[in-house]
């Protein structure tokens, strides 16, 4: 059976410091890891993919194939990164998607 | 991104009766749209899978004759909770993509709530 499994409920950190999301899975194929960003009062958005391998607000992802692991990082949070971040599986290409339980961030001053 | 958009926001309703939600995409042909469930502080679930012109496809554990899905168009899916109770009390969250193998982009979502 195929699982997402996000750790920490709640991340604080403050402005400027470094952030690190975990993510880990189980699933017995090749899948598409992704992370979606929900901010306040808005709807959920893609913020990374991990076969584009690109840094999107200065957010970067690896899939680690070994440890199963999709951890999101960011050397220097800011107070617009605070919202909720989701880690998603898809085990098609942008398939159906199977969420983590979620990790709220906030950055204070 | 594309346009998802997602009717009502917010909705309340009685008990035993049924609540139609509708999901659009406003600038692209949606031949995919997904429902997604979420309770309070949770994540969100996956109900269904629809295709256009096809029956949806459910997921386990999902009462497809409690939560009727409708994809009759391309930029048109609605689910309808039929004879709600308060445990039905949820947020409804759809999203849509195009062809196969592109981003499902999703909507705003939908607060039901059942008195």
């Known amino acids: 059976a195929q699982r997402v499994t996000q750790p920490e409920k709640l991340l604080s950190v403050f402005k400027g410091a470094p952030v690190e999301l975990k993510c880990n899975y189980s699933?017995?194929?090749?899948?598409?890891l992704f992370w979606y960003v929900q901010y306040s009062r808005q709807r959920l958005q893609l913020l990374l993919r991990?076969?584009s391998r690109e840094s999107i607000k200065g957010f970067t992802a690896d899939l680690n194939k070994g440890e199963t692991s999709f951890h999101l990082k960011k050397p220097f949070a800011q107070e617009e990164d605070s919202a909720m971040y989701y880690c998603a599986l898809s085990a098609r290409s942008w398939g159906k998607l199977q969420f983590g339980a979620g990790t709220q961030v906030v950055v204070t001053p | 991104g594309a346009v998802v958009s997602q009717h009502p926001s917010w909705v309340i309703c009685k008990s035993g009766t049924s609540v139609k939600i509708e999901c659009r995409s406003l600038d692209f042909q949606a031949t995919t749209m997904f429902w997604y469930r979420q309770f309070p502080k949770q994540s969100l679930m996956l109900m269904a899978t629809?295709?256009?012109?096809?029956?949806?496809?459910?997921e386990q554990g999902v009462e497809k004759d409690k939560f009727l899905i409708n994809h009759a168009s391309l930029t048109l899916s609605t689910l309808t909770v039929t004879s709600a109770h308060p445990e039905d009390s949820s947020f409804y969250i759809c999203s849509a993509r195009g062809s196969r193998g592109t981003e499902a982009f999703f909507g705003q979502g939908t607060r039901l709530t059942v008195v």
């Open positions: 629809s295709n256009e012109g096809s029956k949806a496809t459910y």
């Open positions: 991990h076969i």
């Open positions: 699933y017995s194929g090749s899948p598409e």
